[in-house]
DNA sequence: CGCAATTCAATTGCGCACAATCTAATTACG
DNA sequence: CGTAATTAGATTGTGCGCAATTGAATTGCG
């Protein structure tokens, strides 16, 4: 029984398909897997995230921050506006570059990363594979993303030409 | 050199963090991809969704189409009500259930599925991968839902016991 | 210096997601 | 039969995600 390549670049829709619902829902699950380990904190998903981001590196403008998640201006005003109300971060005025507003952690805003570590391992049980399998599946979405990052630009982002 | 797994239920907060940016960066870098190909055909990838939901089986019921999806009728009531808008679908109550309100495919919704076979290619392309490997990625995509899905009920999904 | 182009952030508007609540219809049970 | 429990869908409120616009600050260039 062959597999029957017979549209190389096409994936047909019956597999764009499944493959369109595929991504939507583990991208949910993922959501709502950390959406009850995330309230004790008070957080949501992409707060989470902002919050990731300032503990990897403290003291950085908006724009950094969305260059990281992949967000702009739009999404990232009001929701770190809502975690300077939940007093974990602090945003003021760059002195050298007015434009920017640089965002801080607050103390309570650093200390809350001890308890996101409790987080991290709850999910590793959730995913329920080893560090390994976990290291293969992220390597596997960003080699995706990029492909898919690629193809959207299609001009800057090219290997070599 | 070892790979020191010192914590094999425990993936770390450094990994966490890398496989949740990579889980999100994906996810987002797909609907983007989808969206300019959408665009001319007057759809978000919601809406798309729900349409090639009902291009498998026409003349479902709101409720059949979240279990398919993983939506509930608070994204999906107004979401249906903008395809209705756009005549792309009808909705009518069931004679037999009133209870239940089911959509049917209009003539311009069933005509649409055929714009959605380009939109399927140009994916392909962007995907920048084989037939195999597409079918691979959805069967992890899928697997890692399951799990995640699985973790987070932890009581009916049980595989055997 | 003076003005145009650029950059950063905020705001607005629309469309999901989802919890919580509500109404109406159906089913189950005594 | 009648009431309770269940089910389907809609509504409300909060929080993203993103395009488009705005406004202020900075940079570039003559």
Redesign the pocket.
């Known amino acids: 029984m062959q597999k029957k390549p017979r549209d190389p670049d096409n994936l047909g829709i019956k597999l764009d398909a499944q493959l369109c619902f595929a991504i ?1 829902g583990a991208a ?1 699950a993922f ?2 897997t950390y ?1 009850p380990l995330l309230e004790p904190l008070g957080l ?4 989470y995230l902002v919050m990731i981001a300032l503990w990897e590196e403290d003291d950085q ?4 921050i ?1 260059d990281r ?14 975690l300077e109300q939940s007093g974990l971060v602090a ?1 003021k005025r ?1 002195r ?7 965002i801080s952690l607050t103390k309570k805003g650093a200390e809350l990363k001890a308890q996101a570590a409790g987080v991290a391992g709850a999910i590793g049980k959730a995913v329920g594979c080893s560090v390994e399998e976990a290291v293969a599946l992220r390597d596997e979405l960003i080699a995706l993303k990029q492909r898919l990052t690629k193809a959207g630009s299609e001009k800057e982002t090219l290997p070599s030409a």
């Open positions: 939507y949910h959501t709502r959406k949501t998903y992409p707060q403008p908006v724009k950094a969305g998640l992949g967000l702009d201006s739009g999404t990232l005003s009001p929701l770190l506006k809502r945003r760059d050298d570059d007015e434009r920017q507003v640089r």
